[in-house]
């Protein structure tokens, strides 16, 4: 079973970048999909991006997709988000979830980390 712990939300302006981090412990981090989703206040959970296995296939949600880049690193168990060219509709509680298949829906995830709050104002 593995455990993850986001990191590195935080206020920053329109048009600004930010790195999200995802530390996992417990289980064999290389054979987790691992996804990030978000959610925003009043609305429902959402989908951002996955990661294959080896960091070789990406999905991303349409809206982020050319600002957006998922990443992981095997080696030191993390799941990155860069995020650049930041837009207020990105505030949100962003969340990365483990899985064991190639999934966008978040009921296919078995695992969650609490989350870390990204806010994007000026």
């Known amino acids: 079973q593995v455990q993850l712990v986001e990191s590195g939300g935080g206020l920053v302006q329109p048009g600004d970048s930010l790195r999200l981090s995802c530390a996992a412990s417990g289980g064999t981090f290389n054979s987790y999909v691992l996804a990030w989703f978000r959610q925003s206040p009043g609305k429902a959970r959402e989908f951002v991006a996955v990661?294959?296995?080896?960091?070789?296939?990406?999905t991303y949600k349409n809206a982020v997709k050319d600002r957006f880049i998922v990443y992981r690193d095997n080696a030191k168990n993390m799941l990155y988000l860069q995020m650049n060219l930041l837009k207020p509709e990105d505030t949100a509680v962003y969340f990365c979830?483990?899985?064991?298949?190639?999934?966008?829906?978040?009921?296919?995830?078995?695992?969650w980390g609490h989350g870390t709050q990204v806010t994007v104002s000026s």
């Open positions: 990661v294959s296995v080896n960091g070789v296939m990406t």
């Open positions: 979830a483990a899985n064991s298949d190639y999934s966008t829906v978040q009921s296919n995830y078995n695992y």
